[in-house]
């Protein structure tokens, strides 16, 4: 199993420019998560899902969307990409509610 | 509101060294309690979860953890530090079970 991936690694986007992250993940679990992590920061959630075609905001939602169409893919998207949302992205999955959480290995963006 | 703390931002130890890694948590019940270990440039890997029972956890990794419910804490240890321990380890709960809240995160320097 490939576990959690996510697409791509690495991205440098300008100011204003939209672009959207890929999460895939091959344990057939419900839920699923989109993170950004900053220096001092720890993990703050952004969007949430606990199963396909339902979405839920986070702690820091503004600026990003997401969709969960097919159960096994959460794609978040910028739809006007902004100097502060450079930063690295997890994704994550969790079987159920008493489950921990799997992550993936994370995407660098950086907006300039 | 909810909260966890990991008090050190940063430890440093000598190989071979024991090591305790701090967390206190804020939430009314008896909740979920996860460490991550994140190395360089990786994802977040699992060292060892809390639900219920003993109170003493073992991990990967020879790490393990204990649920203090008095002092609202849940440490983390390992009796022998290797230089390959050095990583960045956050605490986690679940609150309300969709989702986790993680700490600030402690990095851990290890000296030969």
């Known amino acids: 199993n490939a576990g959690v991936t996510q697409t791509p690694k690495f991205r440098v986007l300008k100011t204003g420019q939209s672009m959207t992250l890929l999460c895939a993940q091959d344990?057939?679990?419900?839920?699923m998560y989109w993170y950004r992590q900053d220096p001092g920061m720890g993990l703050r959630l952004i969007h949430y899902s606990v199963g396909e075609g339902t979405t839920a905001k986070g702690e820091v939602p503004d600026g990003y969307n997401v969709s969960r169409l097919k159960k096994q893919n959460f794609l978040l998207g910028l739809e006007s990409a902004a100097p502060s949302q450079t930063s690295v992205y997890f994704c994550?999955?969790?079987?159920?509610?008493?489950?921990?959480?799997?992550f993936g290995p994370g995407t660098r963006l950086t907006v300039t | 509101a909810q909260s966890v703390t990991q008090p050190d931002i940063h430890i440093t130890v000598s190989e071979g060294a024991s090591l305790e890694l701090r967390c206190n948590y804020s939430y009314g019940a008896t909740p979920y309690l996860f460490w991550y270990v994140q190395s360089p440039g990786q994802g977040l890997q699992l060292l060892l979860k809390y639900f219920s029972g003993d109170t003493l956890v073992q991990g990967i990794k020879g790490f393990e953890a204990e649920f203090k419910r008095s002092q609202s804490s849940f440490n983390l240890r390992k009796p022998s530090v290797h230089w390959s321990d050095a990583a960045e380890y956050f605490c986690?709960?679940?609150?309300?079970?969709?989702?986790?809240?993680f700490g600030t995160g402690t990095r851990l320097q290890v000296f030969p």
């Open positions: 994550a999955s969790r079987r159920g509610q008493l489950y921990e959480q799997y």
């Open positions: 344990m057939n679990h419900e839920y």
């Open positions: 986690a709960v679940g609150i309300n079970t969709d989702k986790l809240i």
